[in-house]
């Protein structure tokens, strides 16, 4: 079996400091501040040998430092809100192998925004890719067939409301539990072979950066923070958890 430190496995959790909800990583959830729980999480995961924090801002690289990430100081044009979550990931691995020499196989990329992480997702997810070869990437999905593509509209030409798909020689039923499982994803980690994800280019829309061979982990929901009342909803999450 590969060794850890062959396979050079490493966590970067990202934040960025400016957001429309101002500060919302330093918010308090529970007594800590929300990207605390990324940063603890990651850190409890054995499979993972080197810890990484990329954002621009300092109170944020200074939370991660002092929790065991090595900073990295990400430019203000990768950390604007129109800015590509893919190209930040381009920076960090660039910063890792110019700076430390360090040019990982597997990249944890935990999101600084949510509380829902367990250890046990994250390890579940590196071994789920060591089995699969061919893999691009393992990440977490939740089921939601409420909101499945079959059942969404969009406004034509004539503004009445269109089907996405042709159903002219289909029938589909009204029951959501008569549909094909529906997968959201969570938004909280991505495990990623880089050299069938980042580093080939051109996968699947719109997380094109996750490679074609997307594997899920189905977990629960989860929330992330958009705005204040998901601070109250990821209090809620935890005390379920």
């Known amino acids: 079996m590969t060794k850890k430190k062959d396979l050079k496995i490493t966590a970067l959790v990202t934040a960025r400091g400016r957001n ?25 995961v054995k499979e993972i040998g080197r810890f990484y924090i990329s954002s621009d801002s300092r109170p944020i690289l ?10 990295i100081t990400r430019p203000p044009e990768l950390a604007l809100p129109r800015s590509q979550h893919a190209d930040s ?20 990329v935990a999101l600084g925004n949510t509380v829902c992480f367990r250890p046990e997702w994250i390890s579940k997810s590196i071994k789920l890719l060591l089995a699969n070869p061919a893999a691009s990437a393992v990440v977490p999905v939740y ?15 004539d503004g009445f409301l269109r089907s996405y798909f042709d159903f002219r020689d289909k029938r589909v039923s009204t029951n959501r539990q008569d549909l094909p499982p529906n997968y959201f994803l969570c938004h909280n980690f991505w495990t990623l072979r880089l050299s069938k994800s980042l580093y080939a280019r051109g996968g699947q829309q719109p997380w094109a950066f996750m490679g074609e061979k997307v594997l899920p ?17 990821s209090e809620r999450w935890l005390l379920k958890s």
Do not use: C
């Open 20 to 44: 429309t909800f101002k500060n919302k990583h330093l918010r308090p959830v529970s007594g800590h501040p929300l990207i605390w729980y990324p940063l603890r999480a990651v850190r409890a």
């Open 62 to 71: 200074k939370l991660g430092k002092a929790l065991g990430f090595q900073p």
């Open 89 to 108: 990931l381009y920076h960090a691995l660039e910063v890792m192998k110019s700076k430390d020499g360090h040019d990982p196989e597997i990249l944890v």
């Open 143 to 157: 089921q939601e067939n409420d909101h499945h593509p079959y059942r969404a509209k969009f406004p034509g030409s």
């Open 217 to 233: 982990l189905v977990v629960e929901e989860g929330p992330d923070v958009h705005e204040e009342s998901d601070i109250y909803r």
